[in-house]
């Protein structure tokens, strides 16, 4: 045996497996995407904006008018949930346009021509859209504790509340991004984008419960998936929180909305380019 016949064993052996090939691929992309967030620190602040408002604005409101039954809970602990998810829709539901600036600027190609598969640059893109939603999880309890919220403060709850909202805005990015593959303008994409939002997040849980909707909106609640996001966090998040689901179900739910949207979001992935 030659020493070329020696060496190209050991070389193929040192090429890690496709699973992990796949994974490795994805983090170094979901690192290039928190990088940005790294290196422009008012988009932190910004997006403690929403939530703040949100709880400290229009929950005491609607905590004082006492319109929306909510069972044993206060109104302003049944609404922090809400809060956190719909801050972390927001802010993953516009990630596409992020996307098309890279198309713009030229660094979409350079992705598209590595060697990294499709579905891991999109994973990828996945899992830095559902990291950076722990910024608001952050600032919603900061507030929460501020405003007096009863939080669970045990390590698994802290935990599944955390794998919860990175599932979920990980789902919501994906969406977004095929939503730019789609329509491939900045233009086109803000207008769609608001749209969009608004159904998503009123069609859910976030802000009263599901039993106060007439029957065919709850159909639509039913099969949203920010209903599976906030009912977790609620009974996660919350001393008593109720869950109209079991838990196992709404990770369940989240995470094959994530893979199936994955799925999709790899195979339009190239069409932004053209």
Partial sequence: MTSLERVAPRAASAEPAAPVRFLLDAWTVAQAELRKLVHDPTEVATR????????????????????????NLSYMDFLTPGVLAQSALFSAIFFGIAVIWERDLGVLHKYLVSPASRASLVA?????????????????YVVAVLIGIHLRWEVPALAGAALVVVLGAAGFATFSLIVACLVRTRERFMGIGQILTMPLFFASSAIY????????????????????????LRALMIQGGPSTYPIPLDIGVLAVTVVVLVGIAARLYPRLAQ
């Fill in 48 to 71: 403690a904006v929403q939530p703040i408002l949100w709880l400290v604005v229009f929950g005491q409101v609607m905590a004082q008018s006492r319109v929306i039954a909510t069972g």
């Fill in 124 to 140: 990828g893109k996945a899992l830095a859209g559902g990291l950076r939603a722990l910024v608001q999880t952050f600032v919603v």
């Fill in 209 to 232: 419960p599901i039993s106060m909707m007439p029957t065919w909106l709850q159909v639509f609640a039913h099969l949203n998936p920010l209903t599976y996001q906030v009912d977790a």
